[in-house]
């Protein structure tokens, strides 16, 4: 059942009145690279916003990378600040469809949201000069079932790269989650960031970089820069 501030809020949205608040985000936007996939193991258990209980995932596979970036100018707020992605079994029952709305850069949108697969875990990407970037959270990411697409022109540059694209379909939707793992508890530092990754034109892009995060030490080689990451609130959920 809807609570009362659930109801004013979809009246409000569906009358155009306007974002709820501006949000200042603690997180970067975000360049995302499909990278040659590496095999680890891994139980781990995860604690999100849309969770009743502590979920056990199966971590198997890293096979994105993501690095922040500036978008259409907007500086990068913490250079140290990568996401490792891998893809995970769930070992607990199947997720509800869920209705989110968001607020980005772009807009305000209304998202459905499926199942979800996939943990983005923080990673020190290893060079000279390299941090490990602690305060970063944990995020577990939904397939976004259905949402307006956005098309809009995007001038990106990244620590590798820099290109002209447009971000079109959202695609991910990413909620920052606990984590427990070998006994140790990684907390949310900033619940309300989330992110919104939406496809854009594919570009090949061959980089090399030791990376180390919770699952240990791996080598990180880029294929193609696919999805872009934005930093978005999370404005009102609901389960269907």
């Known amino acids: 059942m809807k609570t009362m501030l659930q109801v004013m809020f ?3 949205f569906f009358l155009n009145v306007g974002p709820v608040w501006a949000q200042p985000f603690q997180l970067d ?20 916003q849309f969770d009743h209980d502590w979920q056990p995932v199966y971590v198997y596979e890293f096979y994105r990378f993501c690095n922040p970036a500036e978008v259409n100018g907007d500086p990068i707020n913490d250079k140290f600040a990568h996401l490792s992605w891998y893809h995970f079994d769930p070992m607990g029952d199947p997720e509800p469809k869920r209705r989110v ?15 979800s697969f996939w943990l983005l875990v923080p990673t ?22 259905q949402g307006e697409r ?27 989650v606990e984590k427990l793992h070998d006994d140790k508890h990684f907390p949310i530092n900033n619940p309300k960031d989330h992110i919104v990754f939406y496809d854009k034109d ?28 934005c930093a978005s ?6 389960a269907y």
């Not at 690279?33 to 193991?41: A, L």
């Not at 020190?124 to 976004?144: A, C, M, N, Q, T």
Request: with cysteine.
């Open 10 to 12: 979809s009246v409000l």
């Open 29 to 48: 936007e975000y360049l995302c690279y499909q990278v040659d996939p590496q095999r680890v193991g891994a139980r781990v258990e995860l604690f999100g």
């Open 101 to 115: 709305v968001v607020q980005n850069k772009f807009g305000t949108f209304d998202l459905t949201i499926g199942e």
């Open 124 to 145: 020190e990407k290893i060079e000279p000069g390299s941090e490990f970037p602690h305060r970063l959270d944990h995020y577990k990411v939904y397939e976004v079932l």
């Open 150 to 176: 956005v098309n809009k022109d995007v001038f990106i540059r990244d620590q590798f790269t820099s290109e002209g694209n447009v971000a079109m379909r959202p695609r991910y939707f990413a909620v920052p």
């Open 202 to 229: 594919p570009i090949t892009r061959n980089f090399y970089r030791p990376t180390v995060d919770q699952f240990g030490r791996k080598p990180m080689k880029t294929r193609v820069s696919e999805l872009l990451g």
């Open 233 to 238: 609130a999370k404005l009102f959920w609901e």
